[in-house]
């Protein structure tokens, strides 16, 4: 752990969430997926892809804030050779802002620029200037409570 970042600044993602923006990212490249981070405290809950609705400038989502997990951030793709779109990550937080009123409070680079891996970078800006550590819990009996694979 960070010794600048404290225990409450610091992330948690469920494995079958992470799992989800995986398999959503693998299945769009070479384009970018898109959507909006949800969960309760410091815990990354569900992922709400929103890759339709953002390219087509409509605010329209079938998901309602008022029902599960509060919305807690953006999350993007980023395609081999290249940098995350900065005009995507401006109509993520333009949605996010619509959604909630506020600026997400982070937001997460699923980085494919990597031959034979995926690199999750969760930063707690959207300018991605501040790296913030990101830890993966298991959500079963399989695996201990938590991971860093």
């Known amino acids: 752990m960070n010794p600048s970042i404290t225990p409450e600044q610091e992330l948690f993602i469920q494995r079958h ?21 949800a969960g309760a405290g410091n815990m990354i809950e569900s992922a709400i892809p929103v890759t339709e609705f953002v390219n087509s400038d409509t605010v329209e989502l079938t998901h309602s804030d008022n029902v599960g997990p509060k919305l807690i951030g953006i999350y993007l793709s980023a395609s081999q050779s290249e940098q995350p779109n900065p005009q995507l990550i401006s109509k993520l ?42 830890e993966m819990l298991e959500n079963g009996d399989l695996y201990p409570d938590s991971s860093n694979r």
């Open 17 to 37: 969430c992470m799992q989800q923006l995986l398999h959503e990212a693998l299945i769009s490249d070479p384009d970018s997926c898109s959507g909006l981070l």
């Open 93 to 134: 937080s333009s949605l996010y802002e619509t959604r909630t009123g506020a600026a997400p409070g982070c937001c997460l680079v699923l980085d494919l620029g990597h031959l034979g891996r995926i690199d999750a970078l969760l930063y707690s800006d959207t300018g991605l200037t501040q790296p913030q550590p990101l």
